[in-house]
């Protein structure tokens, strides 16, 4: 069954600090991976996504993530962090049946320290 | 342009009442998704649509949980006897096209309390 895990609840870093959030997945063919942002109040937000190709993607806000399909991982990476970075975030995959629906991990909340 | 939108932003009910919950996709997209988002985990998938019809449903929980979409715009979530478990928030996605997976766009979703 497709499954993704996020293994970090919560991770508190210093503004201007690196930020790595990890993802795994599981899931039997090429996935299609998806971060998105989820800020309170507000809706999901999509910051980048991994169909094919390069597996280095750039997204919005300065953030990418790197596909590794020997780890089946999917981390989510930002140089620099900034105090408005401080929101949940999820990692989820794309199932190609009936629905095209994404499966989603269950978070990782990010304190960003001033 | 306009987003996905969802009424009511908040919506505090009774146990054993009936509620609906609406969503306003983003203008001409054809695929619109339900998930539901309990306190502390991701969005879990509910129901999706392609058109007006239910293409997908093997998301909801059991049958005190419909939706409906006639116009193929407008999609209505609704729930009958409603349950203190169905607390959470109800969100709604939509996608230009149902063919294939392409980047879902969420609505800031409607938190359901029931007491």
């Known amino acids: 069954a497709q499954s993704v895990t996020q293994p970090d609840i919560h991770i508190t870093v210093s503004e201007g600090a690196s930020l790595e959030l990890r993802c795994n997945y599981s899931y039997g063919a090429t996935p299609y991976l998806f971060w998105y942002v989820q800020s309170p109040g507000q809706g999901l937000q999509l910051l980048l996504k991994?169909?094919?190709?390069?597996?280095l993607v750039q997204g919005i806000k300065g953030f990418e993530a790197e596909f590794k399909r020997s780890q089946s991982s999917f981390n989510l990476r930002k140089p620099s962090v900034h105090w408005s970075d401080a929101a949940e975030y999820f990692c989820a995959v794309g199932v190609k049946d009936s629905s095209y629906k994404l499966i989603f991990g269950s978070g990782t909340r990010l304190l960003v320290r001033p | 342009g306009a987003g996905v939108s969802q009424t009511p932003s908040n919506k505090v009910t009774e146990k054993g009442k009936y509620v609906e919950l609406r969503c306003d996709p983003i203008s001409g997209h054809t695929a619109l998704y339900w998930y539901r988002q309990s306190l502390g985990q991701g969005p879990e998938f509910l129901i999706y649509?392609?058109?007006?019809?239910?293409?997908?449903d093997s998301g909801l929980p059991n049958d005190r949980f419909f939706a409906v979409r006639p116009e193929g715009s407008v999609s209505t979530l609704k729930i009958q006897r409603t349950e203190r478990g169905d607390s959470a928030v109800y969100l709604c996605a939509s996608s230009p096209t149902g063919t294939g997976i392409h980047e879902q766009y969420f609505g800031p979703g409607t938190r359901l309390t029931v007491t």
């Open positions: 991994y169909f094919s190709g390069d597996t």
């Open positions: 649509f392609q058109g007006t019809g239910a293409a997908d």
